[in-house]
């Protein structure tokens, strides 16, 4: 009788394990490998259809992505899948349905590395290949403009280099997470070495919003309760914390690194993750490379400083921007600067109704970086690396190449 009881006892003891297991294999089918304070995006789309269906569009969320053909722009057709060296040659080769960098020389092959992960969206594409636990860049990139692959940045200009390490750092700003395994695993050839079934590709949900888990449960055993909770949203952060939830990525990449960015959750001080010159206000703008640097270069114009914008103004990252054009943008510029707030544009007179389309080529021109530009097959040049500058100012250069187009089609 009394075993019975027991037994009974024990199985209705279980039942909220049970409960916690079952509920835990339905939610996710592994657990996030950041820890259990995270959810992870796919949890997000229950209560957030509409943002989580557009967000996996964004240039954000595929900044790494892995490598195959459907999601590559690098074009593999025989007439272009070539770079040239002086006396080598890197191709781009189908194997068994895979996808290759190739080198050779004098004919022969000398090393051929796999394309597992894709980095870059909308200009560049750049490739990293595994080796055992270590990961490298591969030597051929792919620049959209010029529909082409080119010497990957900063890689030696005279032969195909397969050898350029890559560690945390790209992962920080261009997926969500990855662990590096302990350092006494690693070696002089590859100094750092990765858990692979760690890594979490793209930019998700809470690499901005933060960890989420807290979240996701409350709302799943409240339905009820319509207000966030868990969540720190962006109304309640100060503007520069509502900068540095941008500047973790938009802010370049010099300064030592304190801690890693990946732990980094809205209302945390990024001066506490990287020693970062950040004043918001005065920087020599001449002198922040266009590449990555957007956090710096807005906070040091007018437009910022006079006024109470952040990213967010022009921005909304939920959404696929390509489309985007610049008349859109113009009309953020123009909500601010108009003739009843007395802050117009003072070629407004000169340039008439084509003004309203595109305050960004003058006031915001596209600028080439200074640390990246890359080369092009058979000694080609270095081409540039355009990026839109941050610093919203007047820009005499910039000004008379849109006046000169405006008058060659006529429409001034
Ligand atoms: C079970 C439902 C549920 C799930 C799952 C859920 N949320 Fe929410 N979330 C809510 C509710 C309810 C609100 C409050 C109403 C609103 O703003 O939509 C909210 C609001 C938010 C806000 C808005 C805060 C603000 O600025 O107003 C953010 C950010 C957010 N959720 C992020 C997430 C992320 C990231 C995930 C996935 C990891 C997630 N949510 C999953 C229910 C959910
Ligand atoms: C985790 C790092 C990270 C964070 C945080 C981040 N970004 Fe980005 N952002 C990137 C990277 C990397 C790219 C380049 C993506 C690509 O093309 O592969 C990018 C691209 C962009 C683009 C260009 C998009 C396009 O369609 O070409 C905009 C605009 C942008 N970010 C704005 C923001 C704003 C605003 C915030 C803050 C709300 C923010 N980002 C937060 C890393 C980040
Ligand atoms: C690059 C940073 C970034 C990423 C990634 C991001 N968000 Fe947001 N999110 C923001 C910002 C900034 C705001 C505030 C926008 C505003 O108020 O102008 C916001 C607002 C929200 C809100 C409240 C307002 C709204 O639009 O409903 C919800 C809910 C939300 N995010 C959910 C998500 C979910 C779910 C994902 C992933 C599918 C996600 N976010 C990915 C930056 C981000
Ligand atoms: C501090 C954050 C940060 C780090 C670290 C970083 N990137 Fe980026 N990267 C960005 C941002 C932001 C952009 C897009 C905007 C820009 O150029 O300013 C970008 C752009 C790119 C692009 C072109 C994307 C496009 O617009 O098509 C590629 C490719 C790329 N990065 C690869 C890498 C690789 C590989 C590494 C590591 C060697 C790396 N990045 C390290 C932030 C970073
Ligand atoms: C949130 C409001 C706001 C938005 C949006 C805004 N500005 Fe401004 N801008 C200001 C304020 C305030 C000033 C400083 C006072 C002034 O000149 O009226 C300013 C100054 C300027 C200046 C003078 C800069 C200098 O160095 O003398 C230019 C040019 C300018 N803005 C262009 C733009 C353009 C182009 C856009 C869109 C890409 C834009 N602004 C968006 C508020 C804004
Ligand atoms: C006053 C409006 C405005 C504000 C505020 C603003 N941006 Fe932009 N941003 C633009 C415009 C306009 C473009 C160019 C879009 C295009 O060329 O299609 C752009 C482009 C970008 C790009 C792509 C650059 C390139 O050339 O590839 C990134 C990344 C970006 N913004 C990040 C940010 C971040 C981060 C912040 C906050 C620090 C921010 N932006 C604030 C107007 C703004
Ligand atoms: C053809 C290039 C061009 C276009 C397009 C253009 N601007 Fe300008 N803008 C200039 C130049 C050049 C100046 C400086 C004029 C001067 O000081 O005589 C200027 C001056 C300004 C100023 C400073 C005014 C002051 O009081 O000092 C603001 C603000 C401004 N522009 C905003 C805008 C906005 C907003 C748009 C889009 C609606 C725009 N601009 C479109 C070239 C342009």
Request: with cysteine; charged share 20%.
């Amino acid at each position: 009788m009394k075993s019975k009881r027991n037994l009974f006892l024990a199985l209705v003891l279980a039942i909220p394990f049970v409960i916690i297991f079952f509920s835990q294999c339905l939610t996710s089918a592994k657990p996030d490998p950041r820890g259990e304070i995270f959810a992870g995006s796919a949890t997000c789309v229950k209560c957030h259809k509409d943002v989580y269906d557009n967000y996996i569009h964004t240039a954000h969320f595929t900044s790494t992505r892995p490598a195959d053909e459907n999601t590559m722009y690098g074009d593999f057709h025989t007439s272009s899948n070539t770079f040239y060296f002086k006396g080598s040659k890197v191709v781009m080769e189908k194997r068994n349905g895979d996808l290759y960098q190739v080198s050779y020389k004098n004919g022969k092959e000398v090393e051929a590395q796999k394309f597992d992960i894709t980095f870059g969206n909308t200009k560049a594409e750049s490739y990293l290949y595994w080796k055992g636990d270590g990961l490298f860049q591969l030597p051929m990139s792919y620049f959209k403009k010029f529909h082409s692959w080119t010497n990957s940045p900063g890689f030696d200009t005279t032969h195909a280099n397969f050898n350029r390490g890559i560690g945390r750092r790209c992962f920080e700003c261009h997926a969500s997470y990855i662990k590096p395994l302990p350092a006494a695993t690693a070696s002089l050839d590859q100094p750092v070495l990765f858990d692979k079934s760690s890594l979490i590709m793209g930019i998700d949900c809470e690499r901005c919003h933060g960890p989420a888990a807290d979240h996701v449960n409350f709302h799943t055993i409240y339905p009820e309760v319509k207000e966030a909770k868990y969540i720190k949203t962006y109304a309640s952060l100060t503007r520069s914390q509502k900068m540095d939830m941008c500047a973790t990525c938009h802010s370049g990449n010099a300064g030592h690194m304190l801690k890693s960015i990946f732990t980094f959750k809205p209302s945390d001080r990024l001066s506490d993750f990287k020693e970062i010159t950040f004043t918001h206000q005065v920087i020599d703008s001449a002198k922040m490379d266009v590449h990555g640097n957007q956090a710096q270069l807005l906070s040091s114009s007018k437009c910022f400083i006079y006024s109470k914008m952040d990213c967010a103004t022009c921005h909304n990252v939920h959404k696929s921007e390509k489309q985007l054009n610049l008349a859109i943008y113009s009309q953020k510029c123009i909500s601010c600067h108009n003739t009843t707030t007395h802050n117009e544009c003072k070629l407004t007179p000169q340039i008439g109704g084509m003004i309203k389309n595109n305050c960004v080529d003058c006031h915001m021109p596209a600028r080439s970086s200074h640390v990246i530009s890359v080369q092009t097959s058979g000694g080609g040049n270095a081409v540039p690396y355009l990026v839109r500058t941050h610093h919203i100012a007047i820009y005499k250069d910039a000004a008379q190449e849109v006046k000169n187009d405006l008058k060659k089609y006529n429409l001034q």
